[in-house]
């Protein structure tokens, strides 16, 4: 059974930085790509980032320059937030890709359709 369960959300200043974990367990093949979403009250899910198989990352507009995507041989993935905004206030998901290309990953597919397996969520809250 696939599980992905996220942790380090919080409450934290405008200006303040926090770090997301994601522990993935129960995937058996490693040709998968991960991600971050996340959604804010009354909109959509929308996509953060994004790492491919061959660790090179992908973000959204919004974050880039601010987050940083990463994950370990134990299949563990991370987001490192800096520079927190209140736009950024939401509840955080990671989650897998089943199909994923070798090298890259393209941005068109950071979307909430594109992925299959999903966390139940962490809340960042940040405050002016």
């Known amino acids: 059974q696939v599980q992905l369960v996220e942790s380090g959300g919080g409450s934290v200043q405008v200006g303040g930085s926090l770090r997301l974990s994601c522990a993935v367990s129960?995937?058996?093949?490693?040709?998968?790509?991960l991600g971050w979403f996340r959604q804010a009250g009354g909109k959509e899910r929308e996509g953060v980032a994004a790492?491919?198989?061959?660790?090179?990352p992908t973000y959204a507009d919004s974050v880039k320059g601010r987050f940083t995507i990463s994950k370990d041989n134990a299949n563990n993935l991370y987001l490192q937030m800096n520079s927190l905004k209140p736009e950024d206030t939401a509840m955080y998901y990671c989650?897998?890709?089943?199909?994923?290309?070798?090298?890259?990953?393209?941005?068109?597919?950071?979307?909430?359709?594109?992925?299959?397996?999903w966390g139940q969520g962490t809340q960042v809250t940040v405050s002016s």
């Open positions: 989650a897998i890709r089943p199909s994923c290309a070798l090298a890259g990953f393209d941005i068109r597919l950071l979307t909430s359709a594109a992925f299959a397996y």
């Open positions: 129960g995937y058996t093949t490693s040709i998968y790509c």
């Open positions: 790492i491919a198989r061959d660790g090179v």
